[in-house]
């Protein structure tokens, strides 16, 4: 539905975004990271044609983004950063606002925002200007306008930005829910982000698209993928642990009574690790097979592209 190819934003000498190519379709919740910088937001921007390309090309149901852009944006919905909205206005005239630029109509209008301030959990605040609200509130009022016309695509640079962990949750839900029929693009530098609601991930650094790809397969470039991490109640000698069958090497931290073992390529060594832990009655408070740390593949992945 979404077809991006050798897409280039430049700002005079600088270039922001620099040939990015990349298909999505319905269905998919793409994330898409990279620290701040990154050309996350410019791209971003570019597929709701809010700027221009350098070059390239951007289409959306066979429509180019320069050729159409009224058609193409009445089948997204966009929350930019910031969230920008009339601060004099409460969420109830805001979203009336929005739903009838929108197109939206007598009852099917009110019942459509009433619908939203639902599924936002706007209640306690829905008379309030929305200059008096906090900032996860404020987040959350962009998001039900970006929502209000039940558009083909979501675009939503950092959703969840200001929120707290209960907020987060049920924003998280409710992307969930709307992608079922729906491409629903995530900027975010937040990973347990990507991991919660995301089948796919994209990352870009310094403009260029460096991965592109599923959760799982992001965590298996973690080094720390199948390892067996140990968590000891006291300090405790476990050099054995690195002689076991299948084996590859060991990682102590002492400070933090912690050890964590690597597989040898397809290994799997749960079971000789327990077993081993049991008969030497080595002091384990917790132990379990890491699923790869996010932080560091994202790491090793973006400082690649400064070498």
Do not use: W
């Not at 597929?47 to 852009?69: C, K, M, Q």
């Not at 929108?102 to 929305?130: F, S, W, Y």
């Amino acid at each position: 539905m979404i077809s991006v190819k050798n897409l280039v934003r430049s700002f005079g000498d600088y270039s922001a975004v620099s040939d990015i190519s990349f298909d999505v379709k319905l269905g998919e919740v793409v994330g898409f990271l990279g620290p701040n910088g990154a050309g996350k937001s410019t791209t971003m921007k570019m597929l709701t044609g809010f700027l221009d390309p350098s070059s390239g090309r951007i289409t959306v149901d066979d429509l180019s983004i320069i050729d159409a852009p009224l058609k193409i944006k009445q089948k997204i919905g966009y929350l930019p950063e910031g969230a920008p909205a009339y601060g004099d206005m409460t969420p109830y005239q805001f979203l009336l606002f929005i739903a009838k630029i929108r197109g939206l109509k007598g009852k099917d209008r009110t019942a459509r925002v009433n619908d939203v301030i639902e599924q936002v959990q706007l209640h306690e605040v829905i008379n309030k200007p929305i200059d008096n609200l906090s900032k996860g509130f404020q987040r959350r009022v962009g998001l039900a306008q970006a929502i209000i016309h039940d558009p083909q695509i979501l675009i939503l640079d950092e959703p969840t930005d200001g929120l707290d962990p209960n907020q987060k949750h049920q924003v998280r839900k409710l992307i969930k829910n709307l992608s079922k029929d729906k491409i629903v693009i995530i900027s975010t530098h937040i990973l347990e982000e990507v991991a919660a609601v995301c089948n796919r991930v994209m990352i870009i650094s310094k403009g260029k698209l460096l991965f592109d790809d599923t959760p799982e397969a992001l965590s298996r470039k973690s080094k720390y993928y199948g390892a067996v991490t140990l968590q000891f109640s006291y300090p405790a000698d476990a050099s054995e642990l690195g002689e076991l069958d299948g084996v590859a090497a060991m990682e102590e931290d002492l400070e933090n009574r912690r050890v964590t073992v690597f597989p040898l390529p397809g290994a799997q060594i749960l079971h000789s690790v327990t077993a081993h832990a049991h008969h030497c009655r080595l002091p384990v408070d917790s132990l379990f097979v890491e699923q790869g740390r996010l932080d560091q593949v994202f790491r090793d992945i973006t400082q690649e592209v400064n070498v």
